[in-house]
């Protein structure tokens, strides 16, 4: 009987190896599951899939060159509208949130058109304004806007500024409240 044993335990053995490398294989597949989930979220905005729509851009930086609008209209897969310039030269020894409501009125959009318009930003590259501009937009819009990436062109004299990403940050904020 004792005799016997020795093969039982290295069948045992066995088993349990090939196990742990299955939940070691499905750990590592779930996680790769989750963030190509996450990464797609940020290309494509689920809610801009609508090809019969069109884009309206709140530019509060740069000009948007032709070939940043182009590749814009490629990742959304739909035209742009408009781009409305909202020149921002804010003044730092003044609140911000008044400076930047004012320049959001400029574009006299009405609040019907906020919430139900499709609108994409392009931030300032000012950290503070850009985060109190988030909060006016998304007061005004009842939703987190979604937002232009650029990345410079590496090696390109003078800087050029590519289209990296389009942000649905409402879907980051959704995604964020799993975490809690």
């Known amino acids: 009987m004792i005799e016997s044993a020795g ?7 066995v088993v349990a190896i090939i196990l742990g490398i299955t939940t070691n294989f499905l750990k590592i597949r779930d996680h790769l599951i989750n963030w190509y989930r996450k990464k797609a979220k940020r290309i494509v905005p689920s809610k801009m899939v ?17 070939a940043q609008k182009e590749k814009i209209e490629n990742i959304l897969q739909k035209p742009i509208k408009e781009i409305i310039e909202l020149p921002t ?13 004012d320049i959001v009125n400029q574009a006299k959009i009405s609040s019907e058109s906020f919430q139900q318009g499709e609108y994409i930003v392009n931030l300032p590259g000012f950290a503070p304004a850009a985060a109190v501009l988030i909060s006016e937009l998304h007061g005004r819009m009842g939703h987190f806007p979604t937002v232009i990436r650029l990345k410079k062109v590496e090696g390109s004299t003078p800087p050029v500024y590519d289209v990296e990403e389009i942000m649905d940050l409402q879907a980051v904020r959704d995604e964020a409240r799993t975490c809690r």
């Open 7 to 13: 093969p039982i335990i290295i069948a045992l053995w």
């Open 89 to 101: 030269q804010l003044d730092e020894s003044c609140s911000f949130r008044p400076q930047l409501c």
């Open 50 to 66: 609508n090809k019969e729509s069109s884009i309206n851009i709140l530019n509060f930086s740069h000009p948007i060159t032709h």
